[in-house]
């Protein structure tokens, strides 16, 4: 079994596997009881919810009109960073400030990988907007969870919209108890967090003031807008905070202070880590510490209460790369404190670019080398992008996503700033992230109580999952047992039917198919008195995204002008490199029966002016019948030299077909081909007497009218690769060519299959000078996450050599 047959396996059974806990004695024997009792529960949780993360890698974030996007997506699972095999198919969106879809594409992930492209159109205005990617597993999660990136567009002829600033919302201050509650009478560390409307953090200094106008505690903001204070308040006093930021005084309610609970609070020093707790609940005597990374549990630790408190010391090496979850659970297995820890990991992919000189001159040759130093094999993707005024440096990639963005709250400002060299300011910095954005995978009510998990989508294991929902036009209809078929009709057609379910759902598993296309949905003849509809299958659920306005001042001109004629130029003189699509060489394009018994090409015979001669004449595995003027077929059962008995599946380029007059009244001129299956087929829940397909000349079902009860979706398919165009100038006649080379992405590369050692990338410059930005990343098969980035200036003459 593979790993992605276990992964299924482990989804599907959804059977728990820890025991009921029994009292079995008191005391200590009680106490050791619990280590193993939540140990367990943690795992089978994690072991029934697999989830997955995606990353998506653009070529840059600024783009102007009439440019092409380019995207890499690493489709990972959550728990090991390796590639997932479980989601075929990945959701890439561009939406707005309104959560309004404005661009969507799927596309084809094999093995965890997979990319595609999206012209940014004419008619978008001037803003920010944010691309955000997900699998159809994913949207069973958090949307939170989802890839999401702001990007910048430019449209020279559409202005941007004027939005007025909320005067409510400029400032955000947030509290954050370390451990989750303040409680009176103990002395708690409370994480703040002060931004802007749009997440950037803002400088600012406050006071924690009683009902007295008495100062408890004073706070002053460090990096990012976030920082820490102590605070010890007295039973029977109220609270608040006093913040001055840019010489404005407000006025903000801390969190409830309750009068009995627990507390927390970590500290470090070198490797050495220590989280004391206290509490001041009756009646407590034993506690317990589990720490968890990536869904895995790494240690658990028993301590008893002296006088409401204790202190558990560990080594920072006892802990998993990445984010830990440090949880306390009381004797009755309550979690009562949590907070988050974060490692920095050490174990990376090593990358290095090699051999880039710091200036090149323009239209001239860029060679490189990219060496991987790791046991197995690495997919990696490349983008060399103009780094200017206009454009800056992204501050996104697979490690500090992977490693700590995808396992936080909210977008994070400089996420690179906490994988520099550590230095106190920095695990300062990091330490305050994980107190004020720091958040969990899952809900501890479900894992204690043993909440079974329940899936609405599935996973696109095979191809699509195309979803729907019939409803009776007559009531009374049972809407359970219906059976429905999809077909997307061409030369390469693709076929699925299913039954509805006690709601009247149905979902059928398609394989990929690409492009634009049509889907033909139906029932069978019997029941034509339903409506039937499509689902999207794009996610419905937003998070809260503060995208902020663009401010374009007259110092960009030049920049925006540049891209915008270098838009247009590639448009005329080279329509070809976004109008050409190409159709993955591994595209299945055999039919869903396989390889038939029997092909008959009418062209290859003498051409009879019906259909009931050609099958009477030519096709002798089908038997031609009619009964009350409506023929029928019957299939010959090759294993038993004899006919079946019952109907066979008849299709036209992929439709089914109930009333076979319909074929036999068609010209037969239209028909290009018949394949005939002489065995009993299954598909579902379904089996047929054999399976009669005709085959039109352009998979266009002409000629043939589709029942009227068919309901007939426009529909896309799985995206259509595009090839990155990067010109040659090898001689001297095209270096010297007057067309125009006004490119700002010199290169893209979204599959370097790179094994241990180096791999050599060459490319030329464009006539644009400026400072370009070298950026290559990806994930080795054996889950170890690299990044590496380099820069070269081009100069503004071209080289003429």
Same mark, same amino acid.
């Given at each position: 079994?593979?790993?992605?047959?276990?992964?299924?396996?482990?989804?599907?059974?959804?059977?728990?596997?820890?025991?009921?806990?029994?009292?079995?004695?008191?005391?200590?024997?009680?106490?050791?009881?619990?280590?193993?009792?939540?140990?367990?529960?943690?795992?089978?949780?994690?072991?029934?919810?697999?989830?997955?993360?995606?990353?998506?890698?653009? &070529?840059?974030?600024?783009?102007?009109?009439?440019?092409?996007?380019?995207?890499?997506?690493?489709?990972?699972?959550?728990?090991?960073?390796?590639?997932?095999?479980?989601?075929?198919?990945?959701?890439?969106?561009?939406?707005?400030?309104?959560?309004?879809?404005?661009?969507?594409?799927?596309?084809?992930?094999?093995?965890?990988?997979?990319?595609?492209?999206?012209?940014?159109?004419?008619?978008?205005?001037?803003?920010?907007?944010?691309?955000?990617?997900?699998?159809?597993?994913?949207?069973?999660?958090?949307?939170?969870?989802?890839?999401?990136?702001?990007?910048?567009?430019?449209?020279?002829?559409?202005?941007?919209?004027?939005?007025?600033?909320?005067?409510?919302?400029?400032?955000?201050?947030?509290?954050?108890?370390?451990?989750?509650?303040?409680?009176?009478? +103990?002395?708690?560390?409370?994480?703040?967090?002060?931004?802007?409307?749009?997440?950037?953090?803002?400088?600012?200094?406050?006071?924690?003031?009683?009902?007295?106008?008495?100062?408890?505690?004073?706070?002053?903001?460090?990096?990012?807008?976030?920082?820490?204070?102590?605070?010890?308040?007295?039973?029977?006093?109220?609270?608040?905070?006093?913040?001055?930021?840019?010489?404005?005084?407000?006025?903000?309610?801390?969190?409830?202070?309750?009068?009995?609970?627990?507390?927390?609070?970590?500290?470090?020093?070198?490797?050495?880590?220590?989280?004391?707790?206290?509490?001041?609940?009756?009646?407590?005597?034993?506690?317990?510490?589990?720490?968890?990374?990536?869904?895995?549990?790494?240690?658990?630790?028993?301590?008893?209460?002296?006088? =409401?408190?204790?202190?558990?010391?560990?080594?920072?090496?006892?802990?998993?790369?990445?984010?830990?979850?440090?949880?306390?659970?009381?004797?009755?297995?309550?979690?009562?404190?949590?907070?988050?820890?974060?490692?920095?990991?050490?174990?990376?992919?090593?990358?290095?670019?090699?051999?880039?000189?710091?200036?090149?001159?323009?239209?001239?040759?860029?060679?490189?080398?990219?060496?991987?130093?790791?046991?197995?094999?690495?997919?990696?993707?490349?983008?060399?992008?103009?780094?200017?005024?206009?454009?800056?440096?992204?501050?996104?990639?697979?490690?500090?996503?992977?490693?700590?963005?995808?396992?936080?709250?909210?977008?994070?400002?400089?996420?690179?700033?906490?994988?520099?060299?550590?230095?106190?300011?920095?695990?300062?910095?990091? &330490?305050?992230?994980? +107190?004020?954005?720091?958040?969990?995978?899952?809900?501890?009510?479900?894992?204690?109580?043993?909440?079974?998990?329940?899936?609405?989508?599935?996973?696109?294991?095979?191809?699509?999952?195309?979803?729907?929902?019939?409803?009776?036009?007559?009531?009374?209809?049972?809407?359970?047992?219906?059976?429905?078929?999809?077909?997307?009709?061409?030369?390469?057609?693709?076929?699925?039917?299913?039954?509805?379910?006690?709601?009247?759902?149905?979902?059928?598993?398609?394989?990929?198919?690409?492009?634009?296309?049509? +889907?033909?949905?139906?029932?069978?003849?019997?029941?034509?008195?339903?409506?039937?509809?499509?689902?999207?299958?794009?996610?419905?659920?937003?998070?809260?995204?503060?995208?902020?306005?663009?401010?374009?001042?007259?110092?960009?001109?030049?920049?925006?002008?540049?891209?915008?004629?270098?838009?247009?130029?590639?448009?005329?003189?080279?329509?070809?490199?976004?109008?050409?699509?190409?159709?993955?060489?591994?595209?299945?394009?055999?039919?869903?029966?396989?390889?038939?018994?029997?092909?008959?090409?009418?062209?290859?015979?003498?051409?009879?002016?019906?259909?009931?001669?050609?099958?009477?004449?030519?096709?002798?595995?089908?038997?031609?019948?009619?009964?009350?003027?409506?023929?029928?077929?019957?299939?010959?059962?090759?294993?038993?030299?004899?006919?079946?008995?019952?109907?066979?599946?008849?299709?036209?380029?992929?439709?089914?077909?109930?009333?076979?007059?319909?074929?036999?009244?068609?010209?037969?001129?239209?028909?290009?081909?018949?394949?005939?299956?002489?065995?009993?087929?299954?598909?579902?829940?379904?089996?047929?007497?054999?399976?009669?397909?005709?085959?039109?000349?352009?998979?266009?079902?002409?000629?043939?009218?589709?029942?009227?009860?068919?309901?007939?979706?426009?529909?896309?398919?799985?995206?259509?690769?595009?090839?990155?165009?990067?010109?040659?100038?090898?001689?001297?006649?095209?270096?010297?060519?007057?067309?125009?080379?006004?490119?700002?992405?010199?290169?893209?590369?979204?599959?370097?299959?790179?094994?241990?050692?180096?791999?050599?990338?060459?490319?030329?410059?464009?006539?644009?000078?400026?400072?370009?930005?070298?950026?290559?990343?990806?994930?080795?098969?054996?889950?170890?996450?690299?990044?590496?980035?380099?820069?070269?200036?081009?100069?503004? =003459?071209?080289?003429?050599?």
């Amino acid at each position: 079994m593979n790993k992605a047959q276990k992964i299924l396996k482990r989804i599907k059974n959804y059977k728990w596997l820890c025991t009921f806990l029994f009292f079995i004695g008191a005391g200590n024997a009680f106490s050791q009881n619990i280590i193993p009792a939540i140990q367990q529960q943690i795992e089978t949780y994690n072991n029934n919810n697999y989830q997955e993360k995606i990353f998506l890698h653009t &070529d840059k974030t600024v783009y102007a009109s009439g440019e092409m996007l380019w995207f890499k997506a690493y489709v990972t699972d959550a728990a090991s960073n390796q590639f997932s095999l479980l989601s075929k198919i990945a959701y890439v969106e561009i939406i707005n400030a309104a959560d309004k879809p404005l661009m969507q594409a799927k596309v084809d992930i094999d093995s965890g990988r997979g990319s595609g492209s999206i012209v940014i159109p004419s008619s978008i205005r001037t803003g920010n907007y944010v691309i955000r990617a997900y699998t159809n597993w994913m949207k069973n999660f958090d949307p939170n969870f989802y890839f999401q990136e702001s990007i910048t567009i430019i449209n020279p002829v559409k202005k941007p919209l004027e939005e007025k600033p909320d005067t409510a919302t400029r400032f955000h201050i947030q509290f954050f108890p370390e451990g989750g509650n303040l409680v009176y009478g +103990l002395n708690n560390t409370v994480a703040f967090k002060i931004t802007d409307a749009y997440g950037k953090g803002l400088r600012g200094k406050g006071w924690i003031v009683d009902n007295k106008n008495d100062t408890s505690a004073t706070f002053e903001t460090e990096r990012f807008g976030m920082g820490t204070f102590s605070f010890h308040p007295l039973e029977g006093n109220t609270y608040h905070a006093i913040i001055k930021i840019n010489d404005e005084i407000i006025s903000k309610a801390l969190p409830e202070i309750y009068e009995t609970g627990w507390v927390m609070h970590l500290t470090q020093q070198g490797d050495n880590l220590s989280i004391h707790v206290d509490c001041n609940v009756a009646n407590e005597n034993d506690i317990f510490l589990f720490e968890q990374t990536k869904n895995t549990v790494k240690f658990a630790r028993m301590q008893t209460l002296n006088n =409401g408190n204790t202190t558990f010391t560990f080594n920072e090496s006892e802990l998993g790369e990445g984010i830990s979850q440090l949880t306390v659970f009381n004797k009755d297995k309550q979690p009562v404190c949590e907070r988050l820890f974060f490692k920095r990991p050490t174990h990376l992919l090593p990358i290095k670019l090699e051999n880039i000189q710091s200036e090149y001159a323009g239209r001239s040759k860029v060679d490189m080398d990219i060496s991987v130093n790791d046991s197995s094999k690495s997919n990696l993707s490349l983008a060399v992008y103009l780094a200017d005024s206009l454009q800056p440096l992204q501050n996104n990639n697979l490690v500090n996503y992977l490693w700590l963005s995808s396992d936080l709250k909210g977008p994070i400002e400089s996420p690179e700033f906490y994988f520099q060299n550590p230095d106190s300011v920095i695990e300062k910095a990091s &330490d305050n992230l994980m +107190l004020t954005q720091g958040w969990r995978r899952f809900k501890w009510e479900d894992v204690l109580k043993n909440i079974k998990p329940s899936f609405t989508f599935l996973p696109e294991y095979e191809g699509h999952i195309i979803s729907g929902k019939l409803s009776p036009k007559i009531a009374g209809l049972p809407v359970s047992g219906i059976p429905v078929s999809v077909a997307v009709p061409g030369k390469y057609f693709k076929y699925s039917n299913t039954v509805s379910t006690s709601s009247g759902t149905f979902h059928f598993n398609v394989d990929k198919f690409y492009g634009d296309r049509e +889907l033909v949905v139906q029932t069978n003849k019997e029941d034509s008195n339903y409506n039937l509809i499509i689902d999207n299958p794009f996610s419905e659920t937003f998070t809260q995204n503060f995208i902020k306005p663009v401010h374009l001042t007259s110092s960009l001109s030049n920049e925006i002008m540049l891209r915008s004629i270098g838009a247009q130029a590639r448009h005329i003189y080279q329509p070809e490199t976004t109008q050409y699509f190409s159709v993955p060489p591994s595209y299945d394009t055999t039919a869903f029966f396989g390889v038939p018994e029997r092909r008959y090409y009418l062209d290859a015979y003498t051409r009879f002016p019906t259909m009931e001669e050609v099958m009477n004449e030519y096709v002798k595995e089908v038997h031609l019948r009619k009964r009350d003027k409506m023929f029928y077929y019957r299939v010959f059962n090759e294993p038993k030299i004899n006919y079946f008995d019952d109907d066979p599946l008849v299709l036209i380029d992929g439709v089914p077909v109930s009333d076979l007059n319909k074929i036999i009244n068609i010209d037969p001129l239209k028909i290009k081909k018949i394949d005939i299956v002489t065995a009993k087929f299954f598909q579902g829940n379904s089996q047929y007497d054999g399976i009669v397909s005709y085959g039109t000349y352009n998979g266009d079902l002409n000629g043939y009218t589709l029942d009227p009860n068919s309901l007939l979706v426009e529909y896309d398919g799985l995206q259509l690769e595009r090839e990155f165009y990067s010109p040659q100038y090898e001689t001297r006649e095209q270096k010297q060519s007057s067309l125009p080379d006004y490119r700002n992405v010199l290169y893209w590369s979204p599959s370097l299959h790179v094994n241990p050692g180096k791999q050599n990338i060459s490319f030329y410059t464009s006539d644009l000078p400026g400072k370009y930005i070298v950026v290559v990343q990806g994930i080795s098969d054996s889950g170890h996450i690299g990044f590496a980035t380099e820069s070269f200036n081009v100069s503004s =003459g071209a080289d003429t050599n």
